[in-house]
């Protein structure tokens, strides 16, 4: 896996991997950005919600779950002082569909969280990770 980042600007840079696709980084406009894109750090979080949220959605089709939608939540702390980690991730999963079993719901979660999102696993390292979830019915 490669990717390419290029200084655009000020404090702007675009990101691209090897999909083609790119992506606009740009940082706060206290350290002279123009909210021109995500920043960097929030792309790691939103990466790693993709990851996981890809392993439940898979998991649960492959589980023969009726799953309409899936959305992951995710809320991070960092650490106050430089290398500002993260130091605490809590994703909360909204899973629709219908007759969905809940421990199925449960252990496609857990499978992500220890086997297969490897972002998860990596940010796991230096971040407490924690989950929960709800089921809405019928959507």
């Not at 790691?44 to 589980?63: E, N, P, Q, Y």
């Not at 605490?88 to 979660?109: Q, T, W, Y």
């Not at 940010?123 to 407490?128: P, R």
Request: glycine residues 10%; charged residues 25%.
């Amino acid at each position: 896996m490669k990717a390419t980042i290029k200084w655009t600007g000020d404090v702007s840079f675009a990101g691209t991997a090897d999909s083609g696709q790119t992506v606009i980084m740009d940082g706060a406009p206290e350290y002279g950005g123009q909210n021109k894109g995500a920043r960097p750090m929030e792309l790691v979080l939103i990466g790693m919600g993709g990851c996981t949220a890809f392993d439940v959605v898979h998991i649960l089709r492959k589980s023969r779950q009726e799953i309409a939608g899936c959305v992951a939540e995710v809320e991070a702390q960092r650490a106050e002082t430089d290398p500002k980690v993260f130091t605490h991730i809590h994703i909360h999963f909204v899973v629709s569909g219908r007759n969905l079993d809940a421990k199925k719901v449960e252990h496609a979660i857990e499978l992500s969280a220890t086997k297969y999102c490897s972002a998860s696993i990596m940010l796991g390292k230096t971040a407490k990770i924690t989950h929960d979830f709800e089921i809405v019915e019928g959507k």
